[in-house]
C-alpha cells in the first residue's frame, strides 16, 4: 500500500466521527487532512507558503498562487514577495487617487469619510483581482457609487458617467459585477430602488428658484411621495421623477 507524504505538524481538531478532539494528519502535497483514528477527511483545504511554479503556454515560468496582504500576515517579505507587496501597494495608492479625484469633482462631503469608506472596498476588489481587466476609474466610482448608496448621498451613477466619460451601461455593469463580488446584491439598501426624494434639493438648487426654492422644493417632495403611493414611480428613472415634480412645482408657484 502507498503511504500518503505526511507533514510534521499535527493538529488538535474535532471529528465529528470520532466525537472528540483528535490530531489531524495534514497532507501537503494533495491539500487535504484527516483524522488519524478514522481515517475520516476532515478538511481539502490546506494551504502552503512554499513557492510553487507552474510553466505557461509560452514556456515562461510564473509563481502561482495570491498575495496576502499585511492584514492578513505578519513577517517579512523577500524576493517575488516583496516585488509584489510593492506593486499591491501602488495600485491601492492609484485607486485612492482616483477616488478622491472623483468626490473632490463632485463635491462630496464629508469627502474625507466617503473616501475611505470607498478604499476599503477598493482594497477588497484589488484582493480578489477584480480591477484586473477593468479602468481603474470605473471600480473607483464603483466603489464610491456603492458608499452613496449606503449612505444616502443624492448621486446618481449617470453623474459618476459623466464625470468619468464613460458610458453610464459600462459602469453600471462594473457596479452590479462589484455588488455580487462583495456580496452585497441581498443587502436591503440595494434592494429597494433608490428614493428619488434625496435628489430634490440638489436639482431645484440648479434651476435657481431664489428664494422661493425651498416652498417649491417642498411642494415637489409631496408631489414625489404622492407618486410613490400611487405607485407611479415604479419602473421609472429618478431623474424623470424628479423632473416632472419639479416642473409641476416650478408651475404652481408661479415660474
Not at 131 to 156: D, H, N, S
Not at 203 to 222: C, G, I, Q
Request: charged share 20%.
Amino acid at each position: 500500500r502507498e503511504h500518503l507524504p505526511r507533514t510534521d505538524a499535527t493538529a488538535m481538531v474535532w471529528c465529528e466521527n470520532c466525537n472528540a478532539d483528535v490530531q489531524a494528519d495534514n497532507n501537503d502535497s494533495d491539500g487535504f487532512s484527516c483524522c488519524t483514528t478514522c481515517g475520516k477527511l476532515l478538511d481539502t483545504n490546506i494551504y502552503s507558503n512554499d513557492t510553487v511554479f507552474a510553466k505557461g503556454a509560452d514556456g515562461s515560468s510564473q509563481a502561482m498562487g495570491m498575495f496576502v496582504s499585511d492584514g492578513f500576515a505578519s513577517g517579512g517579505r523577500g524576493g517575488l514577495s516583496s516585488y509584489e507587496g510593492a506593486s499591491h501597494e501602488q495600485s491601492l495608492a492609484r485607486g485612492r487617487v482616483e477616488i478622491e479625484d472623483v468626490a473632490e469633482k463632485l463635491a462630496m462631503r464629508p469627502r474625507e469619510d466617503m473616501c475611505n469608506a470607498a478604499a476599503r472596498l477598493y482594497r477588497l476588489a484589488l484582493q480578489r483581482n477584480f480591477t484586473r481587466g477593468r479602468r481603474v476609474q470605473q471600480v473607483a466610482g464603483a466603489c464610491l457609487y456603492i458608499v452613496c448608496r449606503q449612505e444616502g448621498k443624492p448621486f446618481m451613477l449617470i453623474d459618476f458617467s459623466d464625470m468619468l466619460q464613460t458610458n453610464v451601461f459600462v459602469l453600471g455593469a462594473v457596479f452590479l459585477q462589484l455588488c455580487h463580488l462583495l456580496r452585497l446584491e441581498q443587502h436591503p439598501i440595494f434592494q429597494k430602488p433608490v428614493d428619488p426624494s434625496l435628489f430634490i434639493h440638489r436639482f431645484a438648487d440648479r434651476l435657481d428658484f431664489k428664494k422661493r426654492m425651498h416652498a417649491v422644493s417642498n411642494t415637489a417632495l409631496r408631489l414625489v411621495a404622492s407618486m410613490k403611493r400611487d405607485w407611479m414611480q415604479t419602473g421609472r428613472r429618478p431623474s424623470g421623477i424628479c423632473g416632472a415634480a419639479l416642473y409641476i412645482a416650478a408651475h404652481i408657484h408661479g415660474f
